[in-house]
């Protein structure tokens, strides 16, 4: 012990003659500095989860939270995924959910956790959702109860679990029934699984038609279970020919138009909410919203509602006329907010851009917005000779039967057709008179205002305009977050139109309006080649559109952007007005992209969606016309729930599934 002693105080004094020295570097005044930095620091250690999430349980209406905690070498970044899709915003250790539905129960979350080392993927945490007391009715993960899946409007169906790429073809899968009905189904169909009706559960399908009637049908035996005419005594269909300009939009009646929208947990059974128009005997027309029981087809909230609104604009107020509109994009529910988007018939003037929202508990209007109060009015602010008359042109809302879309924070969008835009910009960059043609539309509600909180429009648009090249001619889709090039996380919501361009725009900085060059994140001029009159679709990474007489084209997304020119097309071609696609799958396995063409006959086509040359089955296949369902419809996006897929026809929905089952 002595001898190790007396080595320890050499040490400290060989230690201390070093540093009175300079030891260890100094500068000409003698102050010294720190040792260089290791030329080779330690290596980051990659992530690994310590706690993994846990299953949570809500009541539909409320939130749940989950938790994700980890360790490895700073710093961590984490991004919540739901049933394998990313979360806008979603890139804490912990996640609050939004309010959820019915259609949430058995959503499977988990958390990637990232960082210069590596990224590690939690196991799956399962939501469970209870209805409301007094609903009577268990949700399920099953239920259609929006266009096209979701309020993205993905077109997503991914939990079917009967229908794969092995068996759809035409020896083993076609045409089942068809559903009988009273006039043509525009409307997607919905569907809700094991439904309680008279003490019975039944897996049930949802059909509006034109002649303003709902059916609800059992899914499986085609056996009709309610039927509900929501003409007011005295009351008509509005015939197409009643309009002095006719273009064939919907015809030769109009009544149900829009896809309704489903809340399960709402009322006493759950409640579908429907817009329907009519006239009366002294030719007054009317829309109105419409809440039914879902078990029974009976009025609800004491309802129906007139719609009816007032919006200031140049010359003291536009009021929202009846007989001018029509509701044909889908119903969109968010936050407790029915929102209705109007359009015209064909280009019958004036018209503007209404939106329209009701609060979902007792149907009284919430909210007005109007994206092109001024049509009807002398134009200012447009190049002269390149205006196409877009003093009685408004940006109506069409978007080929798609609805608009919302974010988790209740953030509602859409694209707007041809008409009036005032090149003249206020100081936030907005059209100086608010009219808004050709855009995409960012809208936030606050108290009964609904504003424009961003826009896009392109720096050509009053040209596209002059040439009937409506962006809204198509129906935008939001994207699940996205990472760039760089890893930062993009929101993106992607739209095209007649012009035949793809835009990808990001939704937390729009671009705005500037006459030499479009402010976005991504543009594609040359790969659609023809119009878009239909809605994308969205499936593990890739987009499908349909354009007019062209292939169903798939686009790989890389890096937040799609190639200029297809990943993959289908042999079959889509004449007007192309094809809305809509895609099942259980999770990310058994994918197969359907499509509809119309015609005489229609057509129900299945591709195989990492290569859609490869196509499953059409049903002009099986020999003598097994499958065939007569003339198609306009705009129709197929519905697939419960191992079938449900197509809206001229005087029927036609069922699809495995043949003998």
């Keep these: 012990m002595k001898q190790k002693r007396i080595v320890g105080l050499a040490q400290l004094l060989v230690v201390a003659l070093f540093t009175a020295c300079g030891g260890g570097g100094s500068s000409n005044n003698g102050s010294s500095t720190q040792d260089p930095p290791p030329s080779n620091p330690p290596a980051a250690t990659a992530p690994s989860i310590t706690t993994q999430p846990t299953n949570a349980t809500a009541t539909a209406g409320n939130t749940a939270t989950f938790t994700v905690t980890a360790s490895g070498s700073d710093p961590l970044s984490y991004q919540w995924q739901k049933s394998g899709t990313a979360i ?57 109860t929006t266009y096209k899946n979701d309020t993205s409007r993905t077109g997503q169906y991914l939990v079917e679990t009967t229908l794969t790429p ?46 303003d009637s709902v059916y609800a049908f059992d899914a499986d035996s085609g056996t009709q279970l309610w039927k509900a005419s929501l003409l007011p005594s005295g009351e008509s269909v509005v015939n197409a020919s009643d309009f002095p300009y006719s273009c064939n ?12 929208v489903i809340d399960r947990t709402a009322g006493t059974n759950g409640t579908i909410y429907v817009v329907a128009m009519s006239k009366d005997g002294s030719s007054n027309h009317h829309q109105r919203l419409h809440a039914l029981d879902i078990t029974t087809g009976a009025e609800l909230l004491n309802g129906p509602t007139e719609i009816t609104a007032t919006y200031p604009n140049q010359a003291g107020t536009a009021s929202f006329d009846p007989f001018q509109y029509e509701e044909r994009a889908a119903l969109l529910l968010a936050n407790g907010t029915i929102y209705t988007t109007w359009t015209s018939h064909c280009d ?83 059209p100086n008179m608010g009219d808004y043609g050709n855009a995409f539309i960012k809208l936030t509600k606050s108290g009964s205002t609904l504003s424009v909180a961003d826009y ?17 001619g198509g129906g935008a889709l939001l994207l699940p977050d996205l990472n760039d090039s760089t890893g930062a996380v993009k929101h993106l919501i992607v739209g095209a139109g007649k012009e035949a361009r793809i835009y990808l725009v990001d939704r937390d900085n729009m671009g705005k309006f500037n006459a030499s060059t479009n402010h976005i994140w991504q543009e594609v001029d040359s790969a659609l080649v023809t119009s878009i009159r239909s809605s994308p679709a969205y499936f593990n990474g890739a987009l499908y559109f349909g354009p007019r007489d062209q292939s169903l084209m798939a686009f790989t997304i890389n890096n937040a952007k799609i190639p200029t020119t297809p990943s993959s097309t289908s042999a079959a071609t889509f004449g007007y007005p192309g094809t809305s696609p809509t895609v099942s799958a259980n999770g990310t396995s058994n994918g197969i992209v359907w499509a509809h063409a119309s015609g005489n006959p229609g057509a129900l086509y299945a591709f195989d969606p990492a290569n859609l040359a490869h196509e499953l089955y059409d049903s002009n296949q099986a020999a003598g016309g097994r499958d065939q369902f007569g003339a198609g419809n306009k705009f129709i996006a197929p519905m697939i729930a419960g191992g079938k897929v449900f197509v809206g026809t001229n005087n029927s929905v036609a069922v699809f599934g495995l043949l003998g089952h």
């Design 166 to 211: 092995a068996n759809v073809n035409s020896t083993s899968f076609g045409l089942l029934r068809q559903l009988s009905v009273d006039g043509k189904v525009d409307a997607q169909p919905l569907y809700l699984s094991q439904l309680k009706i008279g003490g019975t559960a039944h897996n049930v399908v949802y059909v509006a038609t034109e002649n």
């Design 249 to 260: 939009q919907v015809s030769p009646i109009i009544g149900i138009t829009a896809t309704p």
């Design 88 to 144: 806008s915003g979603a890139t804490a250790a912990t996640y609050t959910t939004p309010a959820v539905q019915v259609a949430d129960d058995g959503a499977t979350f988990t958390v990637v956790v990232t960082n210069s080392a590596g990224s590690v993927t939690s196991s799956g945490a399962k939501l469970s959702v209870t209805a409301q007391s007094g609903t009577g009715n268990a949700p399920s993960p099953a239920d259609v």
């Design 348 to 430: 019958e003037p004036p018209y503007g851009g209404w939106v329209i929202s009701f609060d979902q508990t007792t149907l009284a209007r919430n909210g007005i917005g109007n994206v092109g109060p001024n049509s009807g009015l002398p134009l200012t602010g447009v190049p002269a000779g390149d205006n196409n008359d877009g003093s009685t042109y408004g940006p109506a809302v069409w978007m080929s039967g798609s609805g608009p879309a919302a974010d988790s924070a209740g953030n509602v969008y859409f694209l707007t057709g041809n008409g009036r835009f005032e090149t003249t910009l206020d100081s936030n960059g907005f």
């Design 456 to 472: 896009f429009s392109a720096s050509d648009t009053i040209h596209l305009s002059a040439q009937d090249l409506d962006l809204g």
